[in-house]
């Protein structure tokens, strides 16, 4: 292929999901409903945490972070994917393309942290309930939070600098649909040694030390409640930690479905479902795991619907 310089590639083609033409309009309906149910109920959580004072605690804090990550993770891929499939038109341009790619490892390692940061709360409400309130102050949650954030954008722009050096070859099409990482050093000319050195060890260090801190928090709430066993101490601990286990395993169990497909040498069509798993599905399930398995989410929930029938009333 004729070298081309990324200063010269204008644009791409996102060759997008593999839908037959005379199915495009009823995947379209389904992926524009799961996206809307996407975006309302992850704000109907954020709008929940913010009305009920019940729930101004540090879980809930997070939790409403982890549902704005959520909805903008959505957002970075699904709304593009829309548009190309009712207009036809599969060309993203070249700088779109490098911010889609930035915002999707953004919110996707701030998910990652969040995770891990829940479960270290949960350690903490249920291994030292006596002294959560002086531990996870408000100074600690803020803390956390901007770490998450601070590491997520290094790690995020340490990938879109190197890609921005890179030049790419006169075939622009992306067989995805949206700017995989991956997908784009595929079409690269240029050697990418150092970009899967980065994501590599990066990669490592995100997934499998959160994962690692999340296997940590909960074996040892399990060893504590097993120390002192009673079934009010499980009920109890299975309704404190059950949504977000929950929640942790769907997460995980997408990003390893996805490594998996990609690994084992499968067709480009499987990874690219993995990856709509892992983009669209997980966090629309998110706000109903914690609504369904969540009580103060009930209870809050309940009250908004009272609440919203005595005004209309």
């Given at each position: ?18 839908i ?171 050697d ?28 040892l ?32 169990g ?6 998996f ?17 892992y983009?669209?599905?997980t ?31």
């Open positions: 292929m004729r070298p081309e310089n990324q200063s010269h590639m204008s644009e791409f083609l996102l060759v997008g999901l593999p037959q033409p005379g199915q495009q309009s009823m995947f379209f309906a389904l992926f524009l409903g799961m996206y809307l149910t996407t975006v309302l109920g992850n704000l109907l959580i954020l709008l929940l945490i913010r009305l009920d004072a019940h729930l101004h605690t540090p879980m809930y804090f997070f939790l409403s972070h982890l549902a704005l990550t959520d909805v903008s993770f959505s957002s970075v891929t699904v709304p593009k994917m829309l548009i190309n499939m009712q207009t036809q038109d599969q060309s993203i341009p070249y700088a779109e393309c490098i911010a889609q790619m930035y915002f999707f490892l953004l919110f996707g390692c701030i998910d990652n942290l969040l995770l891990v940061v829940m479960a270290y709360d949960r350690y903490m409400a249920i291994c030292h309930p006596l002294h959560y309130t002086t531990i996870m102050r408000e100074e600690l949650c803020m803390f956390l939070l901007a770490g998450s954030w601070f590491l997520s954008c290094v790690i995020a722009l340490s990938h879109t600098i190197l890609l921005a050096q890179l030049s790419f070859c006169a075939d622009n099409n992306i067989p995805h649909f949206f700017c995989d990482l991956a997908a784009l050093l595929k079409l690269s000319c240029s990418t040694s150092v970009n899967e050195l980065v994501i590599f060890t990066a990669g490592a260090a995100v997934v499998i030390l959160s994962l690692s801190g999340i296997l940590v928090s909960y074996g709430i399990g060893a504590s409640i097993l120390r002192v066993p009673s079934t009010k101490g499980i009920c109890k601990a299975l309704s404190t930690c059950g949504s977000h286990l929950s929640v942790v395993s769907l997460f995980y997408t990003i390893m479905a996805l490594y497909s990609t690994s084992s040498g499968k067709s480009k069509d499987k990874d690219m479902i993995a990856s709509l798993m983009t669209m599905v966090p629309m399930l998110n706000p109903f795991i914690y609504s369904l398995r969540n009580r103060d989410m009930k209870l809050a929930l309940g009250f908004l619907f009272k609440s919203n029938n005595l005004l209309i009333k």
